[in-house]
């Protein structure tokens, strides 16, 4: 049953066109992953159908009374302005049945049937829009989106932007809305959050249309996939392994459509040069006509071909390994790490080898950046022993990437950081996707996804013997991740990687150092420290429920009022820091200077500590 129908939408930015004549249709049942490269106009496309933006031509059809439900990725467009995290609609129904009850109590006889029969009325609808069971269902939804406890507060503003956009996840998936659209839902989630959010959205009842880079999640939750590139859309069935397989049969087989069309038109050029040389200037004519003919099907099939398909190949310089790869490049021996007496993880040891790529995962707070940090020499204050190997060369890579002068080009940038002549580097940066005058573009005109390239391309190119990265498909889209995955598995080196994408784990990691409670342990694959994690989490929950007899230790009502002045005081830092971010995002790319871009990074970094200790403090028995 069609639920809504997006009808030739189209929508330019200045010369520059995102949405050409976009038609596709949503049906109940249909679980659409929305896919395009960063800027390709895909949120464009949620606010038109929201009613946001008005697109230059086209029409949104809601069929029926419709209702649509929709997560932004800006928090600022979220409504956490009420004391409640009930609807309002419900809040109404719930002050006209106890009016009318009131009224009830004092009424008799005709009037007293009118009142019963509103009452009902009234009571139908509440229970239409899941009233009876509202609170439960959202203490649930909190509760598997990590924020138990949650749902009693009456001022949210101070909490953290990625708790505000849980909450504002959790309440609209309560509520539901017969469609939910969610741009990029994933961003401030945990593994066991996200976990739990592809469980809900699989065996959803109505429609869910969502923007991700999160193949894993595309791969649990989509039965549809819908592709936005140059403005056009492609539809696919099925997850994104479906949708792999599909665009690879096509890109296969239209290559081949323009090969032979390419061979075609210089035969008939050919033929047309030859009518001319030998004065047949009627055949020199007619030739002419079927040689702009085919140069138009040749350029309406060319097209059609993704634009992105060839866009980047990242590559590392290769250099010879032999005999290193089992030489120990960093030995961790008993480390630990606490904040304000609460343990992050403790007694933890492991190896790194000359050529093993080592991913770090856990959930949020558990302390993955700091010891990353710590690792890297960009942090200390731990006990225990870091011992590296002498004369090795380490290259970092954070969340978010700073530059010394943020005026100069891309080009310029990475000359100054190799030694490669001008035709060397200008191929090089071909590979992470600057191609023709990209190269020329100042750093502070970049996106988010842009820098990380542009860094990735200079720090690759210098070969350090280990690379430390802390999240660094964050800003990349689908494709750019894909390639990023293709460099990281063939770099010739050493990776230390915090990361919560499960695909590029699996295609990427060696082994994975798993953070369960406090204790960190080494696993050959993701999965088997997700089925570890989930076992100590249910055992967790089984010793919480059993009765107690005796505590052998309890909180004093001192300490616990400590604790929560602690936490509201994080929780009030955390939210300084954020806006502050904010703040700068909105310059970047302004002719922003090369000081703000190192302040946003300092204020990442302090961010992810206090993350870690507010999340370990708040899980604190």
């Not at 049906?27 to 008005?54: E, M, P, V, W, Y």
């Not at 995962?361 to 990353?372: A, E, F, I």
């Amino acid at each position: 049953m069609p639920l809504l129908t997006v009808q030739n939408i189209s929508m330019s930015y200045g010369e520059r066109r995102v949405l050409d004549g976009v038609d596709f249709r949503v049906n109940k049942g249909d679980r659409i992953a929305f896919i395009g490269d960063n800027g390709a106009g895909k949120s464009t496309l949620f606010k038109i159908i929201k009613g946001i933006i008005t697109p230059d031509g086209g029409d949104i059809i809601y069929h029926g009374n419709t209702i649509v439900g929709f997560l932004s990725q800006n928090m600022s467009e979220q409504d956490l302005s009420g004391n409640t995290l009930k609807p309002v609609k419900l809040i109404d129904l719930e002050t006209k049945m106890h009016d009318l009850e009131r009224v009830m109590s004092k009424s008799e006889g005709d009037a007293l049937n009118d009142l019963m029969n509103e009452y009902s009325n009234v009571q139908a609808e509440y229970e239409s829009f899941g009233g009876y069971d509202y609170d439960h269902r959202l203490n649930d939804a909190l509760g598997g989106l990590g924020l138990s406890g949650i749902s009693d507060r009456t001022d949210f503003t101070g909490l953290s932007g990625g708790e505000k956009m849980r909450v504002c996840l959790a309440r609209l998936i309560v509520e539901r809305p017969d469609i939910l659209m969610l741009d990029e839902p994933t961003n401030h989630l945990d593994m066991e959050a996200i976990d739990w959010l592809e469980g809900f959205l699989s065996s959803y009842g109505g429609a869910v249309f969502v923007i991700t880079h999160d193949r894993h999640f595309i791969d649990s939750v989509a039965n549809r996939v819908i592709e936005l590139d140059g403005g056009h859309i492609t539809e696919y069935k099925g997850n994104y392994s479906d949708y792999k397989i599909q665009k690879e049969e096509f890109i296969k087989t239209q290559a081949s459509v323009i090969a032979n069309l390419e061979t075609e038109l210089e035969h008939q050029l050919e033929v047309k040069q030859t009518f001319l040389s030998h004065r047949n200037i009627s055949g020199y004519h007619q030739r002419e006509k079927i040689v702009d003919k085919l140069a138009d099907v040749l350029e309406r099939e060319r097209s059609k071909m993704p634009s992105g398909y060839a866009k980047m190949s990242f590559a590392a310089t290769p250099r010879d390994t032999e005999g290193r790869s089992d030489k120990i490049l960093l030995e961790v021996k008993g480390v630990s790490k606490e904040f304000d007496g609460n343990v992050l993880f403790e007694d933890v040891s492991f190896e790194l080898k000359a050529d093993e790529k080592i991913f770090l995962c856990g959930p949020n707070g558990c302390g993955k950046t700091t010891m990353l940090s710590m690792l890297s020499g960009k942090a200390s204050g731990a006990a225990g022993t870091v011992l590296i190997a002498p004369s090795i060369t380490c290259g970092f890579m954070g969340q978010f990437v700073p530059f010394d002068d943020e005026s100069v080009t891309c080009f310029d940038e990475l000359i100054s950081r190799s030694d490669l002549q001008t035709t060397e580097a200008r191929t090089l940066l071909a590979r992470f996707g600057f191609k023709g005058e990209d190269v020329f573009k100042t750093i502070d005109m970049l996106s988010g996804g842009e820098r990380s390239r542009l860094y990735l391309c200079c720090l690759l190119n210098e070969n350090p013997d280990i690379l430390f990265l802390d999240e660094p498909t964050n800003h990349l889209d689908i494709n750019s991740r894909e390639i990023l995955e293709d460099a990281i598995r063939e770099y010739p080196r050493a990776v230390v990687c915090v990361s919560h994408d499960r695909f590029f784990i699996d295609k990427c990691a060696d082994k994975v150092l798993g953070f369960i409670g406090t204790s960190v342990k080494p696993y050959d694959k993701y999965e088997y420290y997700r089925r570890d994690l989930n076992s100590a989490k249910a055992e967790d929950k089984q010793e919480t429920e059993k009765p107690a007899k005796k505590p052998k230790q309890v909180k004093s009502s001192k300490e616990a009022g400590q604790r929560r002045a602690k936490l509201r005081d994080l929780e009030k830092e955390i939210a300084s820091l954020e806006d502050q971010q904010k703040e700068l995002e909105a310059a970047f790319g302004v002719n922003a200077k090369g000081d703000e871009y190192k302040k946003y990074g300092e204020i990442a970094a302090k961010l992810e500590l206090l993350y870690d200790e507010y999340f370990a403090l708040s899980e604190e028995n």
